[in-house]
């Protein structure tokens, strides 16, 4: 039996999607489920014009540098 050349190129092709969605349905059942992480909230400082962080939801945070309380940015 002789295999055309489409069928010597489509065959691997086929077999390399197989396995890559094989792969990727596997890897995605894996995943375990976690909380959605916490976003930080960013405010920016009235005085010292300092960017910084804070992970706790609160409506006013004081600034690392000068100590003054500034209200986050919008997103
Ligand atoms: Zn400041």
Do not use: G, H
Request: proline letters at 8%.
């Amino acid at each position: 039996m002789r295999l055309s050349y489409d069928l010597l190129f489509l065959i691997p092709l086929t077999a390399q999607l197989l396995l890559l969605l094989a792969a990727a349905w596997y890897y995605r059942r894996r995943r375990p489920l976690r909380a959605a992480p916490r976003r930080a909230l960013i405010f920016r400082c009235t005085r010292c014009w300092k960017i910084y962080l804070d992970q706790r939801r609160i409506p006013l945070s004081r600034c690392p540098v000068c100590s003054v309380l500034n209200e986050p940015i919008k997103r």
